[in-house]
């Protein structure tokens, strides 16, 4: 009984040990960051003093989540994509039908005293289940062109549900991470190319009978600010102006005239990146962007060593999940993209998206534990 116990505590440490300690104390240094600006772009706001203490509270939680999930053996995570992805799905459906809504939106479910963002749950979901199809699908040889079929299949139906609640930052995500875990499933450059143009043809059709008014007027508004300045231009505009008088190297921590003054609406959650340009300029923008792409690198690195198939794309898949909230809150903020609600991951104020990023982040990290270790075609070990 002592040795079992000894033996359980030596795995344990192990694991613990193999962990990559580098990509986490950089998420670590990213979320701390996250604090210090999220003080600075509320600090002259009395009604949202808290924030930043709320802020780490749930930081220090997302990290207890990380770690633990990140200790679950990658056999288990594959086992349980299909429940998970029928599950989300299920909660999307309901959704439809007895969601809570909020800002204009049906996004959300009550279950009792909590409330639940089904389409947050869905964005790890998808890229499991995705992953096990895959999996599947390459123990009996060479994908062919049918299982990509099923697997478009697998991520419309999710797009579909979350674009009608409407969310278009989450489906536009969604569709980001299926198409990328199919990319790196091994999807034909010819079948990704016909896709792009089959997105670029119908672009037009999609504008004008598919999306809504509102998100009209922010395409309108992100090719051209100033038709609207005291309107749906205002935040695009005010972010702008934050951005250039950042210059090369900011006015400094607590300096941002923009910030300081409450110029930018929701500065504390999307649009905080305004504040770190302004403040931090150029340079530390760069900065911000180099420390993600560390990130990044190291996840991809980690996708490529693994053995099984699973755990590739669930690794490779993770890391476009993420990249794709850095890049398009970035993108909205500087006005290259519409307005689409995407927080900046760790540093952003908010509770959900952190869980979703942290979970993303602990599938990477259980890939590096088992990277050595084969699935069966069941997802079991």
Request: net charge neutral; charged share 10%; aromatic share 12%.
């Amino acid at each position: 009984m002592a040795n079992s116990f000894a033996q359980t505590n030596d795995d344990v440490l192990s694991r613990i040990f193999r962990l990559p300690w580098i990509m986490i104390l950089i998420i670590l240094g990213l979320g701390i960051f996250g604090v210090a600006v999220l003080y600075s772009a509320t600090i002259t706001n009395t009604q949202e003093a808290g924030l930043p203490a709320q802020h780490a509270v749930r930081l220090g939680i997302a990290f207890v989540f990380l770690f633990v999930l990140a200790m679950t053996p990658l056999g288990f995570w594959s086992a349980i994509s299909y429940t998970l992805y029928f599950g989300a799905l299920l909660l999307l459906v309901g959704v439809e039908f007895f969601g809570a809504t909020g800002g204009g939106a049906q996004r959300w479910l009550d279950i009792g005293p909590i409330r639940v963002q089904p389409s947050e749950f869905m964005k790890l979901a998808l890229l499991l289940a995705l992953a096990r199809f895959y999996h599947q699908q390459r123990a009996h040889g060479d994908i062919k062109f049918y299982p990509h079929l099923i697997a478009i299949v697998m991520i419309a139906a999710p797009v579909g549900l979350v674009f009608r609640q409407p969310d278009l930052g989450t489906s536009l995500m969604l569709a980001a991470t299926g198409t990328a875990v199919m990319f790196f499933a091994g999807l034909r450059y010819w079948i990704i190319i016909l896709g792009i143009v089959s997105v670029v043809l119908t672009a037009p059709v999609a504008y004008f009978y598919v999306l809504q008014d509102y998100q009209r007027e922010r395409v309108l508004t992100a090719i051209d600010p100033s038709r609207d300045p005291l309107g749906a231009g205002y935040q695009i505009q005010q972010a702008e102006i934050a951005i250039g008088s950042g210059g090369y190297e900011g006015r400094g921590y607590l300096q941002g005239t923009q910030s300081q003054l409450d110029y930018i609406p929701e500065q504390h959650t999307d649009f905080i990146f305004t504040v770190i340009a302004e403040e931090f300029g150029f340079v530390g923008s760069l900065g911000l962007l180099a420390a993600w792409m560390s990130v990044f690198a190291l996840g991809l690195i980690i996708a490529s060593r693994s053995r099984s198939h699973f755990g590739y794309l669930a690794a490779s898949g993770a890391v476009v999940t993420v990249a794709f909230y850095v890049f398009v809150n970035i993108g909205m903020v500087s006005g290259m993209l519409p307005v689409v609600g995407v927080p900046m991951p760790l540093i952003s104020y908010g509770g959900t998206a952190m869980l979703t990023v942290m979970a993303a982040f602990a599938v990477i990290c259980a890939v590096n534990l088992d990277r050595d270790r084969h699935l069966s075609v069941s997802g079991l070990f």
